[in-house]
């Protein structure tokens, strides 16, 4: 497996925990085009590797990440461009929300804008507390354009979205928390990602990959039609070797030796 050299984020995996880490600390980890870039070639290193399991992002310095970079956002010349740039984005976050394995965003200092967007295209959110999150977008004549229109709403409601979206306040970790957006808070963000990767990494990892499928597979789709997907991945799940020891190990009350079969 070829990993690429990367100029603006690390890339490392310890025992089958991959960690990404965005690396512009001087601008706040500003998503510039480039680090769009090396993010959608990170995800398909990840998508490509057996051996990650899971998958934490994370910034460097003083922050998750500060948004789109401004100075890039100011030098868009017309709405056409404008627009494909909102679509690279989009494609970018789409990649990482579609990893087949869980993904959790670790995010500290800020998660503005595109950051928090990123963070959305994520699975699982934990904070430091004292961070803030936010979409300030329509401060700046914007809206928000790599999916936190769509993906806020989904996670949090209309409503509570749009109080976001419409003020672009900042929202403290603690109120995050309290409102669904993310789901833990720790004194370290890493150290919190890492604890909930290791709970997540002790079931089959077969049927990690099936539960989330069911998840992200049915979002779309009408109540019915998700149900039949969910009955196919069950079906899936309960045909894999992992299914028996789990079962077994329950009965002979003994932990699970998993081997993602
Ligand atoms: C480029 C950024 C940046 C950004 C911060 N910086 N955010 N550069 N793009 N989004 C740079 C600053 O210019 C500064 O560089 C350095 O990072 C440190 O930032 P400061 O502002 O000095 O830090 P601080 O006073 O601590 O304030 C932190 C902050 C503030 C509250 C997070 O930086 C801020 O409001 N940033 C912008 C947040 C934002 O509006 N994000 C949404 C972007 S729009 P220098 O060189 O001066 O030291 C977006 C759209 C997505 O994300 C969808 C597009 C389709």
Same mark, same amino acid.
């Given at each position: 497996?070829?990993?690429?050299?990367?100029?603006?984020?690390?890339?490392?995996?310890?025992?089958?925990?991959?960690?990404?880490?965005?690396?512009?600390?001087?601008?706040?980890?500003?998503?510039?085009?480039?680090?769009?870039?090396?993010?959608?070639?990170?995800?398909?290193?990840?998508?490509?590797?057996?051996?990650?399991?899971?998958?934490?992002?994370?910034?460097?310095?003083?922050?998750?990440?500060?948004?789109?970079?401004?100075?890039?956002?100011?030098?868009?010349?017309?709405?056409?461009?404008?627009?494909?740039?909102?679509?690279?984005?989009?494609?970018?976050?789409?990649?990482?929300?579609?990893?087949?394995?869980?993904?959790?965003?670790?995010?500290?200092?800020?998660?503005?804008?595109?950051?928090?967007?990123?963070?959305?295209?994520?699975?699982?959110?934990?904070?430091?507390?004292?961070?803030?999150?936010?979409?300030?977008?329509?401060?700046?004549?914007?809206?928000?354009?790599?999916?936190?229109?769509?993906?806020?709403?989904?996670?949090?409601?209309?409503?509570?979205?749009?109080?976001?979206?419409?003020?672009?306040?900042?929202? #403290?970790?603690?109120? !995050? *928390? =309290?409102?669904?957006? $993310?789901? /833990?808070?720790?004194?370290?963000? +890493?150290? @919190? &990602?890492?604890?909930?990767?290791?709970?997540?990494?002790?079931?089959? #990892?077969?049927?990690? !990959? *099936? =539960?989330?499928?069911? $998840?992200? /597979?049915?979002?779309?789709?009408? +109540?019915? @039609? &998700?149900?039949?997907?969910?009955?196919?991945?069950?079906?899936?799940?309960?045909?894999?070797?992992?299914?028996?020891?789990?079962?077994?190990?329950?009965?002979?009350?003994?932990?699970?030796?998993?081997?993602?079969?």
């Amino acid at each position: 497996l070829e990993i690429p050299e990367f100029a603006h984020l690390a890339y490392e995996v310890e025992e089958g925990l991959a960690l990404v880490t965005l690396k512009r600390p001087e601008a706040l980890n500003a998503l510039s085009q480039d680090l769009l870039q090396e993010l959608a070639e990170v995800a398909e290193v990840i998508a490509q590797d057996p051996e990650v399991r899971a998958v934490i992002f994370a910034g460097e310095g003083k922050a998750f990440a500060a948004g789109a970079d401004l100075k890039e956002i100011a030098a868009l010349k017309d709405p056409f461009a404008a627009r494909e740039y909102a679509l690279l984005g989009q494609q970018v976050f789409a990649e990482i929300a579609a990893l087949p394995v869980p993904t959790i965003a670790a995010i500290h200092g800020y998660a503005l804008g595109g950051g928090l967007e990123l963070a959305l295209a994520c699975d699982l959110r934990v904070a430091a507390k004292g961070a803030k999150l936010g979409l300030p977008e329509v401060g700046l004549g914007l809206i928000p354009g790599f999916g936190g229109t769509q993906r806020l709403p989904r996670l949090i409601g209309r409503g509570r979205a749009l109080d976001l979206i419409l003020t672009g306040r900042h929202v #403290p970790a603690e109120e !995050a *928390l =309290a409102l669904g957006l $993310v789901n /833990r808070l720790g004194e370290d963000a +890493l150290e @919190e &990602a890492k604890k909930l990767a290791r709970q997540i990494l002790k079931n089959a #990892p077969v049927a990690l !990959a *099936l =539960a989330k499928e069911s $998840v992200v /597979r049915g979002e779309g789709l009408d +109540l019915a @039609e &998700a149900l039949e997907i969910e009955a196919d991945l069950f079906g899936y799940a309960a045909a894999t070797e992992d299914m028996r020891e789990g079962v077994r190990a329950f009965l002979e009350k003994r932990p699970p030796g998993f081997r993602g079969e």
